[in-house]
């Protein structure tokens, strides 16, 4: 039997976002998982993924960073309160404030490690710290402040006058 992802255990009507939907067919569909303490994502960048030949471009690290915070917290949330994921109600989080130090240049060298550490939990908030490897070098470190989505939103679709005014 296979691990799964923390992100394969989103709700369906949660689970499209670019980074890290599995329904989200044009996305990265990263996927998350414990190792320890830590969690660890590993993504493959394409070549179109470039900032200048030869390196990745930061608007992807960030995001890997972003997605991999906000898995991170739902997965620390069930931790914490003892419970198996994908257990009722679910949680699911979405980012409150994103901050991302570039620390060098990241090499589109193959495959990247994204691991990540719970800094804090409190409330409706997770506190996520993510650092990005290529071939085992720091090259992107980030904070996550993920907020735990509302369960009305998980039971209903948000209208799109919403989303867009």
Known sequence: MTEKAFQDYYPD???HCYG???LNARGYRIKTFWQGDET?????PEAYHTAIPGYVYGGLLASLIDCHGTGTAAAA???AEGREMGSEPPFRFVTGSLHVDFLKPTPQCGELEIRGRVKEIKGRKVIVEATIYAEG???ARGEVVAVQMPESFLLQPVPLSVVTS
């Open 77 to 79: 949330m069930y931790r």
């Open 137 to 139: 070098v720091a090259t």
């Open 40 to 44: 660890v994502t590993r993504f493959r």
């Open 20 to 22: 890290c939907g599995r």
């Open 13 to 15: 009507d949660v689970a």
